[in-house]
């Protein structure tokens, strides 16, 4: 009697149950926010605008299509989100090749100015793309970057090399000495061991680098606003102001263009989720 008392469970304390269902409201009312406008806008995307407006919650009278199939059908639309695709994966290859470099040399070389220098790409988070827009309007200009995707494609992988690096760096420094002295004695390059060992084992950390180098390409409208004058290189978050304009009176019609717009970011970050956090928790607790 008294073993089987012993491993009963005890009863939770008010303060942890009321800690644990504070969590869950938290999280249930952060969820709300962000889910509910995605639903409205879904939803809202097969209305009129008329219905919009006599009926601006709830569902649809009739559910229209159009609003949808003939944004799919549209060639700017698919264009637009070629371009974007383009845009995203050659920053992110371009960033994440030259940061695993730097990287490298931060976490597994000792030199005089290591630190310093390290420092002064961490400084680079602290200035905001829209502090740097004249200069580097005029430094595109002059190399004729203007209405060119390496004008938006390299000023992103340039503001993107600090917190790649920083990540990088974390994990790097994570792998054990001896591995790299017995590749070493095996006779592997400095550069053969990055190549053959480093990265391999650091395929979490270069899935989050790489998802955040895409998710934030996708998502910068102001650098492709300022390159971009030619129709034929619209990124998406621009075709939204532009498609806006055209049809500022069909409210229904720019919520599909919208809902459209995010689903493919959306796709991809609910797929790199679980690469996204498992790299960014990894560097963080080993760093």
Known sequence: MTTHTAHRKRPRRPAAVFRSLSTHALIWVIGAFIVVPLLYGLISGFKTTSDLSTNPIGLP?????????????????????????FIALATAFITVGVAALAAFVFARFAFRGREAMFTLFTIGLMFPFAVAILPLFVMLRSFGLLDNPLGVILPQAAFGLPITIIILRGFFRTIPGELEE???IDGCTAFGFFWRVLLPM???ALATVSVLAIV???NNF????????DQQWLTIPVGIQQF???YSQDTARILAYVVL???PALAFYSVAE???IGGLTTGATKG
């Open 182 to 184: 017995a590749a070493t």
């Open 61 to 85: 009278e009739d559910w229209v299509t159009g609003n949808y199939t003939e944004l799919l059908q549209s060639g700017p639309f698919w264009r637009q989100i070629f371009n974007s695709t």
């Open 222 to 229: 102001f650098l492709p606003l300022l390159v971009f004058t």
């Open 261 to 263: 717009a995010m689903a």
């Open 274 to 276: 679980r690469h996204l």
């Open 202 to 204: 650091a395929r979490p």
């Open 244 to 246: 806006k304009g055209q």
């Open 216 to 218: 934030t390409s996708w």
